[in-house]
C-alpha cells in the first residue's frame, strides 16, 4: 500500500519444467523457505513422481531443505544467500569472517588471523518454525585476551565465537559446487528464463495481479484455472513451431 502497511495475501508457488508449470501451491508464510518441500509433496502425491534436480534461488536456502531434498534423491541447485556477496574482492581479504578462517577437521577448529585457535566449545540446538531441528556447533577463542588484533576481530568481552551448523556448511559447499559448474550454470539460465517467465506472463501479460475470490481454497482453484490456461497456450504454441516433442519428452523424463 506504499505506506508501510502489508497487504492481505498469500505466497504463491509454482514449479515449472520445460516451459509448462507442473506443480503449484498457495502458503500463507511469507517466506519461501518454508514452502519448498511441501510443494515438492504435493507434486509427489499428484504425480507419483519428483524431479532429478531442482533449481532455486537463495530464498530457499536452508539446512531442512538441503536434507528434505537429498532424503528424497533431488539433487539441490540452491544459490546460497551469500553467493553474490562471497564474490567480492572485500569479502574475499576479510581474513576475519569465519568462512575465511582454516578449518581443521582433525582437531575441529579453526585458526584466526593472529593464530589463535577457536576449539569447539559447546553444542546446541536450533528448531525451524516447521520443527526442523539443527545441530549448531560453537566454537571460543581463549587467547583473545592479550590479542593485538582484538578490536578488528570482535567488540566481545569473552572474546571471539564462531557457530556453525556442520551439516548446513556440507550441503552449502555441494550446492555451490553444483552451481557454478557448467550444469549448473545452464540449470540457473533455464531458471530465470521459465520461472520468472511464467510469473511475467501471470502478472505483466495477463494482469493477474489480484484474486477475485476469498479462502485459501477458492484462490488455489482460481490460480489452477491461470495455470491451466498457461499450459494450454504454451503447448499450443510449441505445436505451432513443431517443438512438442523435445519439450514433453525432456517433462516425461524429469
Known amino acids: ?28 508464510d511469507r517466506s519461501d523457505t518454508l514452502t519448498l518441500l511441501p510443494l515438492l509433496r504435493h507434486l509427489k502425491e499428484k504425480t507419483k513422481r519428483l524431479p532429478e534436480r531442482l533449481v532455486a534461488d537463495s530464498g530457499y ?40 578462517m582454516p578449518y581443521s577437521e582433525e582437531t575441529d577448529s579453526f585458526t584466526c588471523p593472529a593464530g589463535n585457535q577457536l576449539s569447539l ?13 539443527s545441530e549448531i556447533s560453537v566454537y571460543k577463542c581463549t587467547a583473545c585476551g592479550e590479542c593485538a588484533l ?6 566481545s568481552n569473552y572474546g571471539r565465537t564462531v557457530q556453525r551448523s ?17 550444469l549448473g550454470t545452464q540449470l540457473r539460465v533455464n531458471r530465470s528464463i521459465q520461472s520468472e517467465g511464467t510469473f511475467g506472463v501471470l502478472k505483466g501479460d495477463w494482469g493477474f495481479r489480484r484474486f477475485l475470490r476469498r479462502g485459501a481454497q477458492h484462490v488455489f482453484t482460481e490460480v489452477l484455472l491461470y495455470c491451466f490456461a498457461f499450459n494450454v497456450r504454451k503447448l499450443n504454441s510449441k505445436i505451432q513451431a513443431q517443438r512438442q516433442g523435445v519439450i514433453l519428452h525432456q517433462l516425461a523424463a524429469s
Open 1 to 28: 500500500m506504499k505506506n508501510g502497511q502489508l497487504k492481505p495475501g498469500y505466497n504463491l508457488q509454482l514449479g515449472v519444467e520445460g516451459e509448462f508449470i507442473v506443480t503449484g501451491g498457495l502458503f500463507s
Open 61 to 100: 536456502e536452508s539446512e531442512e531443505n538441503y536434507t528434505g531434498l537429498q532424503e528424497m534423491g533431488i539433487e539441490a541447485y540452491i544459490k546460497p544467500t551469500n553467493y553474490e556477496k562471497s564474490k567480492t574482492r572485500k569479502y574475499k581479504s576479510d581474513s576475519f569472517r569465519a568462512e575465511n
Open 121 to 133: 566449545s559447546s553444542t546446541k540446538h536450533s528448531k525451524s518454525k516447521s520443527g526442523f531441528v
Open 150 to 155: 582484538k578490536n578488528r576481530c570482535t567488540k
Open 166 to 182: 556442520k551439516a548446513f556448511w556440507q550441503y552449502r559447499l555441494q550446492a555451490q559446487q553444483r552451481i557454478t559448474s557448467e
